[in-house]
């Protein structure tokens, strides 16, 4: 029975860490040591909560404790420290309670009897779920802290009642100390009426906030899909005006071959053909055609979104061969997140193009065996590149605050299991080739 | 050994035999024959005829005729899939990436190339010839291939390989980083010239240049450093003096 009881206090104590961990986004911990950490941090509480009597160093032993696993992460603010802490700690109190006093009112419901070990027993299961919820929920973890961040009022507004939970908290340890047993005594009723309140009010805050993520990042996409699609139509226009243009022009050229030819002025029709047709000869470079290639790529989405940045490459007087061989279905990945990575992956690359001397750039996509490529290969302007260095945070030679490219692409591609990204410079190309395992 | 040129510029072809004749010469590059020719039945035909391993100089576009370079590529795959295919173009810049991957093209070698840079691709590719027909074996290449990725570099390129967040390595060479999904303890078993000395590092050890006892790392060859576990520093001195581990 204590072990049972030391073990759910310790699976407790590691859902915290995990948690916690989750919330300040540290994510490449070994299980061996949250685990350990667990452990140690359960033995220590216990003995300096039966050596000092004091059960409400409970809280603060863990508030201090996660705060300084914090310290791991340099970058972390201590504000944020501290609410992830609290978040973390006030949580699971409140789950664990709230489910706790659910089992027991379900077993009394059941026709099992009541033994001395079922309260043990509710602890270890109720405990072990929690850390099968936190390890679970990791993703959406992440996205609702994302959102609470972004959102002023919401972040302030659950601070306080996070501090609020706290002091319930401490009131509910049944602590020792002067004043805190004297409110104990007081408002011990009354405080756990205000810790389910507040169980609830968070969860409800947590659903509303996963929503809101939910929608903000349905109206990211669909803005983008529209500003890429007007985009698409500006550059439709053009090229309309282009061929208006030079329609126009053709007609003024065949007038004035039409009067060379009925006058028979063999040297007027000559200089008319040096002068004007022959340099439109230039004009019909095959490669500029090679974007009709994008045609054979079945999926509109993927379509667009290559054309606009390939002509936004033209424009910039870079050279662009596209090579499609073959039909191409489908993305090997989802739709969304494939155009997320392409868009990253073209605009560096135009972008360095641009730069550089050659302005040269080279994109395939094809299939071969149970792979599809998607590469892009382009001439830079530098001479020596860091290939580990431009995927980190901030990095970017591009001026404004647009440095998260390679680093947002890299963190796309972790959810990418079949995806192998392989990124090489052999002076004056750089070049991204992305291969995708198809299932 | 066996070179083969298709090339349909009779001029073109001639210059092309002479010059991979004089880079022969010039390094002792033994062969049986070099057959030139513009008509695709020949040179396939001739494929059976050819010791160790051949290699292919092929002209991408190739007038008048139904099958032209990359189509012969192909072709040659099938029935040889070792030999090296080199392709010749007008435009390399704009010869398609595509080729290179789906027959394993060596390289593509541009015919407006000024003559030296032009003499030093084909005496790269023939090199490499010779050094594979020496050998005799297929090249040193680390491959993974599993159920989430595959991929193949020359063994003797590869740096060192570090975890790179939950199930994400990253495989670095001297020019490429390569990132994908597995863990190091896969890719430990793959090779045993690859040394785990750290938590989330895994270092070739033929590029291990010294050991800084100071700051726990090695420093490769090439200058980066990889760091070392306490627990696995004396592997690494055993490594550096050369006995077996």
């Not at chain 1, 299991?417 to 090489?424: I, K």
């Amino acid at each position: 029975m204590i072990i049972s009881e030391f073990l759910a206090v310790t699976v407790i104590g590691i859902s915290h860490i995990l948690l916690y961990f989750q919330l300040i986004g540290y994510q490449r911990l070994p299980y061996k040591l949250i685990i350990s950490l667990g452990m140690v941090f359960t033995i220590l509480l216990i003995v300096v909560v039966s050596a000092s009597g004091y059960p409400e160093f409970n809280i603060v032993m863990l508030l201090l404790f996660l705060l300084s696993l914090g310290l791991l992460k340099k970058e972390l603010a201590f504000t944020k420290s501290l609410y992830f802490a609290l978040f973390s700690m006030v949580v699971i109190t409140l789950a664990r309670m709230v489910l706790i006093e659910l089992f027991f009112f379900l077993h009394m419901l059941s026709p099992f009897n009541l033994y001395i070990w079922t309260t043990s027993a509710i602890h270890l299961a109720v405990s072990v779920l929690i850390l099968l919820a936190v390890a679970a929920g990791k993703n959406v973890v992440r996205k609702i802290v994302r959102t609470i961040m972004d959102n002023r009022p919401l972040y302030i507004f659950s601070y306080v009642l996070l501090i609020a939970g706290l002091f319930i908290g401490f009131i509910l340890t049944s602590p020792a100390s002067g004043l805190l047993s004297a409110y104990y005594l007081r408002y011990g009723e009354a405080s756990l009426v205000a810790a389910y309140i507040l169980f609830f009010v968070l969860l409800i805050i947590m659903l509303i906030s996963f929503h809101l993520t939910k929608e903000r990042m349905q109206e990211e996409q669909q803005e983008r899909l529209d500003r890429e699609m007007l985009d698409y139509v500006r550059k439709l226009e053009r090229m309309h005006e282009d061929l208006a243009a030079f329609r126009h022009d053709y007609i003024n050229i065949l007038l004035a071959l039409d009067e060379g030819i009925r006058t028979k002025n063999l040297s007027q029709i000559e200089k008319i053909y040096y002068d004007v047709v022959a340099p439109t000869a230039s004009l019909m470079n095959h490669h500029e055609l090679d974007i009709m290639k994008l045609s054979r790529i079945a999926v509109p989405e993927i379509k667009s979104v290559l054309s606009v940045k390939l002509m936004t490459a033209m424009q910039q007087q870079v050279k662009v061969t596209v090579d499609i061989p073959k039909k191409i279905e489908k993305a090997a990945m989802p739709v969304l997140p494939f155009i997320r990575i392409i868009s990253i992956l073209l605009d560096n690359a135009v972008e360095e193009a641009a730069r550089s001397k050659e302005k040269l750039l080279q994109l395939a996509f094809f299939e071969m065996e149970d792979c599809q490529y998607f590469i892009v290969r382009n001439s830079c302007a530098d001479k020596t590149i860091d290939l580990r260095k431009i995927y980190e945070k901030n990095v970017s030679r591009k001026k404004g605050n647009r440095g998260y490219g390679l680093f947002s692409l890299k963190r796309l591609l972790e959810k990418m299991n079949h995806v192998t990204l392989e990124t090489s410079f052999v002076a004056p190309f750089f070049t991204q080739k992305m291969v995708m395992k198809k299932r | 050994m066996s070179i083969f040129i298709f090339e349909d510029d009779v001029i073109q072809a001639q210059q092309m035999k002479r010059l991979v004749e004089e880079i022969c010469e010039k390094h002792q590059i033994e062969f049986d024959f070099i057959e030139v020719t513009a008509k695709r039945e020949r040179l396939i035909e001739k494929i059976s005829q050819t010791a160790y391993i051949p290699i292919y100089f092929l002209d991408i576009e190739i007038k008048n005729e139904e099958y032209k370079g990359f189509e012969v590529a192909q072709e040659i795959r099938k029935y040889d899939t070792n030999g090296i295919i080199v392709f010749v173009t007008t435009h390399a810049e704009f010869a398609p990436i595509s080729y290179q991957y789906m027959v394993s093209a060596l390289t593509f070698i541009d015919k407006g190339l000024p003559f030296e840079e032009r003499y030093r691709m084909f005496e790269k590719s023939l090199l490499h010839y010779q050094a594979r027909n020496r050998t005799n074996r297929p090249d040193d290449d680390f491959v993974v291939n599993t159920q989430h990725a595959s991929l193949r570099v020359p063994f003797h390129s590869i740096e060192y390989i570090e975890t790179d967040g939950p199930h994400r390595l990253a495989l670095v060479t001297e020019d490429r980083v390569i990132y994908f999904y597995g863990t190091l303890k896969e890719v430990q078993m793959l090779d045993g010239r690859l040394f785990r000395c750290h938590q989330s590092y895994l270092v070739n050890k033929e590029k291990i240049s010294f050991y800084d006892a100071k700051n726990k790392t090695l420093i490769l060859k090439n200058g980066a450093s990889v760091p070392v576990s306490r627990r696995q520093a004396s592997k690494v001195r055993q490594i550096l003096r050369g006995e077996p581990s």
